[in-house]
């Protein structure tokens, strides 16, 4: 069974800090994907990586996936109070279909 | 270019009661994945529909039922519901079945509280 951790689970910043949120797994994933979801809303992609070592920025974010692709980081320069949300890593079934995995979720919340 | 529609947004059930959920797809999609989302988790997987049959199930009991209608809409439905069932419940569509790496387009779910 693929299991996705998230880790800090809560993590309160000041407008302007830096921050690295991290998701892990002991299984290999084809892929990870990460989604931001906000109150009331439903879940919003972000990015997609696929390549081991990529890294991929949108605009102030930056995604890195693990040489094994068992991991990944977001990092977050100069946070602001629109970054607040729920940050969701996700990886593709290793079977033939789509039950996505989801991990538990960071809870951002950015402080002006 | 329409989203991912659900209704209802919020509802109040009692113990034992039932439930219907329901999902209109994203212009252009044609499966329909559900998930449920309990407060302080991430999202999961209880089943998709493609061509009005269900395709996959995550580990789900047999009181969650779905359907997919030849518009590709779809209904969740929950019978004697448990308090444990209280979530936001997730619908997702997609295009086209099999292995998929792409991505999710997610509703704005469908806030369920059980008393």
């Known amino acids: 069974t693929q299991l996705l951790e998230q880790s800090p689970q809560f993590l309160s910043i000041q407008e302007g800090e830096n921050l690295t949120v991290y998701c892990n797994s002991s299984?290999?994933?084809?892929?990870l994907q990460w989604y931001r979801q906000e109150p009331g809303e439903g879940p919003v992609l972000l990015v997609t990586?696929?390549?081991?070592?990529e890294v991929k920025k949108l605009k102030r974010l930056t995604f890195q996936f693990g040489d094994a692709r068992k991991d990944s980081s977001l990092h977050i320069t100069a946070a602001q109070p629109g970054d607040t949300g729920l940050y969701l890593c996700?990886?593709?079934?290793?079977?033939?279909?789509?039950?996505?995995?989801f991990g538990p979720g960071t809870r951002l919340s950015v402080l002006p | 270019d329409a989203g991912v529609t659900q209704s209802p947004t919020h509802l109040i059930k009692t113990r034992g009661q039932q439930v219907t959920l329901r999902c209109s797809p994203k212009s252009g999609h044609d499966t329909v994945s559900w998930y449920q989302q309990a407060l302080g988790q991430g999202p999961q997987f209880i089943f998709q529909y493609y061509e009005e049959e269900e395709r996959q199930r995550g580990n789900f009991p047999d009181r969650f039922s779905g359907h997919q209608f030849p518009n590709y809409s779809s209904e969740l439905n929950v019978n004697a519901l448990l308090l444990g069932d209280s979530a936001l419940y997730l619908c997702a569509s997609t295009m086209g079945q099999g292995a998929y790496t792409g991505e999710l387009f997610f509703g704005e779910g469908s806030r369920l509280t059980v008393l």
């Open positions: 996700a990886g593709p079934p290793d079977n033939y279909g789509q039950n996505f995995v």
């Open positions: 299984s290999v994933f084809s892929s």
């Open positions: 990586v696929v390549t081991g070592g």
